[in-house]
């Protein structure tokens, strides 16, 4: 079982939801802002989603302490797991990196193109993805510092770390594999800085190579959960 942190309905699964139940995983959503109690251990995999919030936004989304802690004890347990945006910030402060809130370079939205560094040559999860990887992005805060002993994965013209491991099977990535158009032209409204037309345009234009890539993502992901 795949657990699932959705930390606001904006910020869903998405398109990774259909590629992972193709490969025969399973997935129970956990929806903290619903109510949900977040797990103090994970299951077989853990899958931590983004949202508006900081990774230190403890007053906004008190369910944050819960998760961070859950994330530290998946990495310490090598249980397969992704954080994706504000999940992989959460990994990072979680395992004792750091990120900077509202961070100096500005936002970074669109598709970014993430080129792979020589670690992630052969990374179980990244090792031959398509280089430069696609990454539909959205967002201001960055991982400034990487927890100790992590691993240097992938980076991008604007921010450098947009993908590390933690330990032996904890993943995060700054960008969304899992981003459909009309979710991500919901985010690009919402934010005064974003040119919307521009940045959908984008996504639109490059679609099939980002569903193509994030679905090779998602798949070797549930493979390392199922192996």
Known sequence: ???????????????????LTATGAELRIIRPYDGDTVPSRPDSGLIVLGGQMSAYDDDVA??????????????????????????????????????????????ESGVVDVRWLPAAGDDPLVGGLPDPFPGPSMHADAVAELPPGAVWLGSSAMYPHQAFRVGAAAWGVQFHPEVSEPTFAGWAAEHPD??????????????????????????????????
């Open 1 to 19: 079982m795949i657990q699932v942190i959705e930390h606001e309905a904006g910020c869903p699964l998405d398109r990774l939801g259909g590629w």
């Open 62 to 107: 008190p369910w944050l302490p819960a998760v961070r802690s859950l994330l530290r004890v998946a990495a310490e347990d090598a249980t397969p797991t992704l954080g994706i945006c504000l999940g992989a910030q959460l990994l990072a402060v979680a395992c004792g990196g750091r990120v900077d809130v509202g961070a100096a370079p500005g936002r």
């Open 194 to 227: 974003v040119d919307s037309t521009a940045v959908v345009g984008e996504l639109v234009a490059r679609d099939a190579e980002v569903a193509a890539a994030g679905q090779q993502l998602a798949t070797r992901f549930a493979a390392i959960v199922a192996g």
